[in-house]
């Protein structure tokens, strides 16, 4: 099997550069006119699987909305990940695991390995119990050709505390992590499996220099569309990376539910506006 950073490559290349976020709100459960218990959340996952699946480029479960159901919400999220995948989609689960030793590695043999019933393309993951912490996800994601997008420049307003933070060596956090990512993706091509979450509403700081985006790797940018973020913000933000931007947005195609024509239109109306960046 081919790398995920070039496979991602590949599906932004025929299928556009929009990430659908599979997030089964309760407000979006009843907005569909069902209850917020497993059924509805059944009905909810499989038929946004259904209409967008077939599509999209990449679906992003994210598995709190199942988790919160206990193992029935888990048997749920298993089958979004299998037949998004069987529709030629790929999967990116938004878990932001985040430990060390034992347990990162427990983690990513349950998202990374492919004997594991929730294996999936790529997952999210936190760096902020140093970036070492994060070694036993990447030679997971190395030995199954999967990928990680590591929590970077994130946009709610409580992440700068952190990622703009200096070090005692006089880095700032966020510069941190991307130069770990900019080695991570040395010499892949034509696109590393390593990738960066930068929020599509981010500024870039007045007081310093510019945050380096251009790393060798894919960028998650949530917040695309209900959320505020434009085609603008990801070529302001981006510049000539943007062409390694996968722009997320969920509420903006599942609030048009339970209308699955009307969804898939969407996907493919905004993926012809992302076109423009390259």
């Given at each position: 099997m081919s790398t995920f950073g070039t496979r991602l490559h590949d599906a932004m290349a025929a299928r556009g550069r929009l990430c659908v976020g599979i997030d089964p709100h309760a407000s979006l459960l009843r907005g569909w006119g069902l209850d917020d218990d497993v059924a509805g959340l059944e009905r909810f996952a499989l038929s946004v699987v259904e209409s967008v699946a077939p599509v999209a480029s990449v679906v992003k479960p994210q598995s709190a909305f199942y988790e919160r159901f206990g193992s029935r919400g888990i048997a749920v999220l298993e089958r979004v990940v299998s037949e998004s995948r069987a529709a030629g989609a790929l999967v990116l689960l938004d878990v932001k695991r985040g430990d060390i030793g034992s347990t990162s590695q427990a983690y990513a043999d349950a998202y990374l390995d492919p004997t594991s019933p929730l294996a999936v393309d790529a997952i999210t993951v936190s760096p902020y119990l140093g970036l070492g912490s994060l070694d036993p996800f990447v030679d997971t994601a190395r030995r199954h050709d999967a990928g990680l997008?590591?929590?970077?420049?994130?946009?709610?307003?409580?992440?700068?505390?952190?990622?703009?933070?200096?070090?005692?060596?006089?880095?700032?956090?966020?510069?941190?992590?991307?130069?770990?990512?900019?080695?991570?993706?040395?010499?892949?091509?034509?696109?590393?499996?390593?990738?960066?979450?930068?929020?599509?509403?981010?500024?870039?700081?007045?007081?310093?220099?510019?945050?380096?985006?251009?790393?060798?790797?894919?960028?998650?940018?949530?917040?695309?569309?209900?959320?505020?973020?434009?085609?603008?913000?990801?070529?302001?933000?981006?510049?000539?990376?943007?062409?390694?931007?996968?722009?997320?947005?969920?509420?903006?195609?599942?609030?048009?539910?339970?209308?699955?024509?009307?969804?898939?239109?969407a996907v493919r109306a905004t993926n012809d506006e992302l076109a423009v960046l390259g």
């Open positions: 997008f590591v929590l970077a420049l994130t946009s709610n307003p409580e992440g700068p505390e952190v990622q703009h933070a200096v070090g005692a060596d006089g880095v700032r956090v966020a510069d941190r992590v991307l130069d770990h990512l900019r080695a991570l993706n040395a010499d892949a091509g034509p696109l590393g499996s390593f990738g960066a979450v930068v929020g599509a509403t981010i500024a870039q700081p007045e007081d310093g220099p510019a945050f380096d985006l251009a790393f060798g790797g894919p960028v998650l940018a949530p917040g695309f569309g209900a959320q505020g973020g434009t085609v603008d913000d990801l070529r302001r933000i981006f510049g000539a990376s943007a062409s390694h931007v996968l722009a997320s947005s969920s509420r903006e195609v599942l609030a048009l539910g339970p209308d699955l024509p009307a969804m898939r239109d």
